[in-house]
């Protein structure tokens, strides 16, 4: 008998042991990167001043999520796992650094440009007596009515004080109306008054602008709050509080109730963080840090505003298109015709729109000639993040009124968008569109539209799935794909989707998605293994992969031992990673960049070749721990080779090949601006996919 030998497999050899970088320290040099735009001066000035408020927002969310864990570690003196009194301390040191940084690059660089503008933020010292006059009208009109001084007693304890709001602390002399010494006021801001106020401008300040803080205004007239008692030292502070949303899902009947309830303590959850001004005395700072059990590096003292997110509002304030990025007008997908059928278009083939260089109007108006057709029976989506005010989630509710089946799956776990997302939920399902929730325990993050049309005597289905929310205004700052097709596995396999989420059947074997938390994972890393396998065995193989973040520990082994078989790995990576790149004899063949630009990246795109075999893959998903197991996420092949290469070309190539934006890993955990010598090189991905987009014909645009 002819014995016929079996294929030889090469073994994957054992890797090389690796140290992963730390996550929470990952997160935060993200923010160094989104600091560098706010420094960079050929940044138009009124865009520096954004990216330094972006910085202090995700500074605020960070304290709001991840430094509880760090924080009650180091007050019980106790290590449990990363987190301890020495990690505290680590992240406390770099925090307060890049707020020192903040606050410098506030005060002795944009507020001097600022200045040669004629833009000003005028202080109490600064004001002439007839601004002065000025200030206190404002104050007794628009302020004062709203404030109500507390002067702490026994029957006045301490107050609840909100996530984030502005509060002052005031010691008084002398004694009360009833003659007692108590010495601590506090006086809570409400939310409704605006941080920043326009001031008019006259004599020789006039054709400036100027503009009032609205700390300094009540500052200044501290006194007239607290007729008959001496104002001493005082501070504005604000305190920030762990907010990251939490339900017990095992002993929950009604998960929206639930979250209503939730959401009205969000503002009062534990304490992590307290600013006050430089100029707070130790005697306050310490009596505010004792109200909210906080130990002495949580405490940040801040020369200026203690909240420079709101500072945003300049922004708007002042409008003048030459301290700001030339506008930019996506063109309407190229791939489309306004005013041609999506239906016939999707006939002739899949369509991909990259926005926001190209229009989410183009997904908008899919919908809205879905809704509109009455041969559309059915339309079915998922909620993530859309916003309390969306043309999406109206289009559906003329859909349910025109009589069409709805279904629709809201996330009503979205950090920070639960209240919207509520809301918007109640809204439809009191007109009559089913709505679930998805899956007790993981989120729904996939974003996909199924659409059903009769046709005949035929049931036709199209969809619109996407890496990013169905959000029309974070379309226009976010980079992302969407992805419009009629192909019949496909649009099945979402359907199947949608069942499993409204009833919890069991899924059948999808044809072309990939999904978690069943089988994403584990199908990547299948794919991550198979080249390993293919560079063993001499072939030219080739890993990209373009995500928001990296920290799911099994991709990262699987990509080590990828790149030791001789796989070539590049991973552009936006926010954390804490797979640490070019480590002599661990991480040769991996490189790591992050690309930060005036748009947010936030496409998720696969790339896997072999030899000449290559498949691309769009996803909702990071490859992160939550996003493979504790949560619903999709990822799908792009098969059209038009498509595929021209996703290649936009959404990885320019970005290996970004000499301006860039920044590159290093083994330490570091980051390098990339600045290549050849000044024909210094170009940025998205300037250049703004200025190909931007030329397209009109007919196209």
Request: glycine residues 6%; proline residues 5%; contains cysteine.
């Amino acid at each position: 008998m002819l014995l016929i030998p079996e294929p030889t497999v090469a073994l994957i050899p054992d890797t090389v042991p690796i140290k992963f970088l730390d996550r929470d320290h990952s997160i935060l040099a993200f923010n160094e990167r989104v600091l560098d735009w706010a420094r960079r001066v050929d940044v138009p000035l009124l865009e520096r001043l954004r990216f330094l408020c972006i910085v202090s927002s995700n500074l605020d969310e960070f304290f709001e999520v991840r430094a509880v864990s760090h924080l009650t570690a180091a007050q019980n003196n106790e290590q449990k796992g990363t987190y301890s009194v020495a990690s505290f301390k680590t992240l406390s040191g770099i925090a307060h650094d890049m707020v020192a940084r903040q606050y410098a690059l506030y005060n002795d660089e944009l507020l001097p440009a600022f200045a040669k503008h004629g833009i000003r933020i005028v202080s109490h010292g600064e004001r002439s007596t007839a601004q002065r006059r000025w200030v206190k009208a404002y104050f007794e009109r628009a302020v004062r009515p709203l404030l109500i001084p507390v002067g702490l007693d026994p029957s006045h304890p301490f107050p609840q004080v909100a996530n984030k709001s502005l509060n002052f602390i005031v010691r008084l002399g002398g004694r009360d109306a009833f003659g007692r010494e108590n010495e601590i006021a506090i006086v809570k801001v409400p939310r409704v008054l605006p941080r920043l106020i326009h001031m008019p401008s006259r004599g020789a300040e006039k054709g400036n602008k100027l503009f009032l803080s609205l700390s300094s205004v009540i500052r200044a007239h501290l006194v007239d709050l607290f007729a008959g008692r001496k104002v001493g030292e005082f501070s504005q502070f604000r305190v920030t509080r762990h907010s990251d949303l939490e339900v017990d899902e095992d002993d929950v009947k009604n998960l929206r109730t639930a979250l209503r309830l939730g959401l009205e303590q969000r503002h009062y959850g534990q304490a992590v963080r307290l600013e006050v001004s430089a100029g707070c005395s130790e005697y306050l700072s310490g009596f505010l840090l004792k109200q909210f059990n906080l130990p002495a590096q949580a405490l940040y003292r801040v020369p200026g505003p203690v909240n420079l997110v709101r500072l945003t509002q300049l922004v708007d304030l002042v409008n003048d298109p030459k301290l700001l990025f030339p506008r930019y007008k996506a063109c309407y997908p190229k791939q489309l015709q306004p005013g041609q059928s999506f239906f016939e278009r999707l006939r002739q083939g899949d369509v991909s729109i990259h926005q926001p260089f190209e229009s989410f109007d183009g997904v908008l108006d899919f919908l809205r000639e879905a809704v509109n057709d009455p041969s559309v029976l059915a339309i079915k989506q998922t909620i993530y993040r859309t916003g309390p005010d969306s043309e999406l989630m109206l289009l559906l509710r003329e859909a349910v009124r025109r009589g069409k089946e709805v279904m629709v799956v809201v996330e009503l776990k979205a950090r920070f968008d639960e209240e919207a997302n509520i809301n918007w939920a109640e809204m439809l399902e009191s007109i009559g569109a089913q709505v679930v929730y998805g899956v007790m325990g993981l989120k729904t993050h996939a974003k996909m539209l199924l659409v059903t049309r009769r046709e005949g005597r035929r049931l036709v289905r199209y969809a619109h799935l996407s890496t990013g929310n169905y959000n029309p205004g974070t379309a226009r700052l976010y980079t992302d794909v969407s992805y419009l097709t009629a192909d019949p596995l496909l649009t099945s396999d979402i359907d199947h989707v949608f069942v499993h989420l409204a009833s919890h059947s069991r899924l059948p074997k999808l044809h072309h998605l990939l999904l978690a938390p069943f089988q994403l994972q584990r199908k990547l890393i299948e794919k991550i293994d198979a080249l390993a396998q293919a560079a063993l065995q001499g072939k030219d193989t080739r890993i990209v992969i373009k995500t928001n973040a990296l920290t799911d520990e099994d991709l990262m082994r699987a990509l080590v031992k990828a790149g030791q078989c001789g796989v070539s790995i590049d991973l552009i990576v936006r926010g954390a990673c804490m797979l640490p790149a070019q480590v002599p004899g661990v991480t040769d063949n991996i490189r790591v960049r992050s690309v930060i630009g005036r748009f947010l990246e936030h496409s998720r795109v696969f790339y896997f070749r072999s030899g000449g075999d290559e498949t691309l893959y769009l996803s909702s998903a990071d490859w992160m721990n939550r996003n493979m197991l504790r949560r619903v996420e999709l990822a799908w092949p792009v098969t059209d080779p038009v498509i595929r290469q021209r996703l290649i070309d936009e959404c990885l190539v320019a970005y290996l090949h970004d000499g301006r934006d860039a920044w590159d890993l290093q083994p330490d955990g570091t980051y390098v601006l990339v600045k290549p010598a050849d000044p024909a090189q210094r170009h940025g991905a998205q300037s250049a996919l703004m200025a190909r987009y931007s030329a397209l014909k009109p007919r196209e645009r």
